[in-house]
């Protein structure tokens, strides 16, 4: 097979981000909206700029895993042409739906993504807030379509451009899109919902690119109420070091501390966040059936 050279988007797109979120920033300041927190974007550029530096050795990890896995079998040889993109953003991002969703369901995930949910507030430099522990083994949720037959290189490829899309959603400086837009894509009044603490909105919207996918599976929220983002237990921290990994602290203090069965140190792991085994959990599902429950007319 022919193999182009491609670029690293993620790297090229760099100068992009930092005109845009400086543009939003004069942007937010001129129509008074609530200002930037200066020290949070500043945390957050940091951990970007560690996910894209330690990106440099993971990607090269993934690649030649990719490589061993279409080489071991694949099932179709396709090849890079214009429809095997288009097949490819889809199932892609169908993947990084159900990526999102389980990185939302499970703690030994949730410790890498609760950097993304960490800031509370929500701008372009909220973006950048990425993992320096995901692209360790996330990767597993993409094998599928390196088995199906996408080429590895056409997989990270399609990687990086999904990320690139979801850059612009993280912004408030726009309300609602054209409905058509809204109906078939994510966007930002979606995306906000996604980041939001109010409990209708808890683990709702995991779209990467298309919001078909939460409208199929049932984990869609339309924007109505003003979102409050953030983490339901906040945590209260500039510093990058710890944003990146106070939750895998937590997560192995609890499994070496909780006095409880084997079964129960491993839930720990498994079990979605701020699951506890002597019952004190504080779940997002909980949180909502409650809020369901409140907004019921009495009778």
């Not at 061993?68 to 429809?83: E, G, K, M, Q, R």
């Not at 288009?86 to 703690?107: G, K, N, P, T, V």
Request: hydrophobic share 45%; aromatic share 18%.
């Amino acid at each position: 097979m022919n193999i182009p050279e491609i670029p690293n988007l993620i790297h090229y797109a760099i100068p992009f981000f930092v005109v845009t979120v400086i543009l939003e920033v004069i942007l937010t300041v001129k129509v008074k909206l609530e200002e930037y927190e200066y020290r949070d974007a500043r945390s957050s550029i940091i951990m970007g700029l560690g996910n894209v530096a330690i990106g440099l050795f993971t990607k090269g990890i993934v690649l030649s895993l990719f490589y061993i896995l279409y080489n071991f079998h694949h099932v179709f040889d396709i090849p890079f042409s214009w429809w095997a993109w288009i097949m490819l953003l889809f199932a892609e991002d169908f993947c990084y739906y159900w990526f999102h969703r389980c990185s939302h369901e499970s703690r030994f995930l949730w410790a890498s993504h609760v950097v993304h949910h960490s800031s509370k507030k929500y701008n372009l430099s909220t973006a950048l807030r990425q993992s320096w522990s995901g692209g360790f083994y996330t990767f597993i949720f993409w094998i599928p379509l390196i088995f199906i037959g996408f080429h590895p290189v056409m997989v990270l490829v399609q990687m990086s451009i999904s990320l690139i899309y979801q850059y612009w959603i993280h912004t408030e400086l726009i309300d609602k899109m054209p409905k058509w837009v809204e109906a078939i894509f994510n966007t930002p009044s979606h995306h906000r919902v996604h980041h939001a603490t109010n409990p209708q909105y808890l683990d709702r919207n995991h779209a990467g690119i298309f919001i078909i996918w939460d409208r199929l599976f049932g984990t869609f929220e339309q924007e109505r109420e003003k979102p409050i983002f953030g983490l339901v237990k906040n945590i209260d921290t500039y510093n990058p070091v710890k944003i990146a990994f106070i939750e895998w602290y937590a997560m192995i203090r609890d499994f070496f501390t909780s006095k409880t069965s084997i079964i129960n140190k491993f839930n720990y792991l498994i079990k979605p966040p701020g699951w506890r085994h002597d019952g004190s959990s504080i779940l997002s599902s909980d949180l909502r059936k409650e809020w369901e429950e409140n907004k019921k007319p009495n009778v």
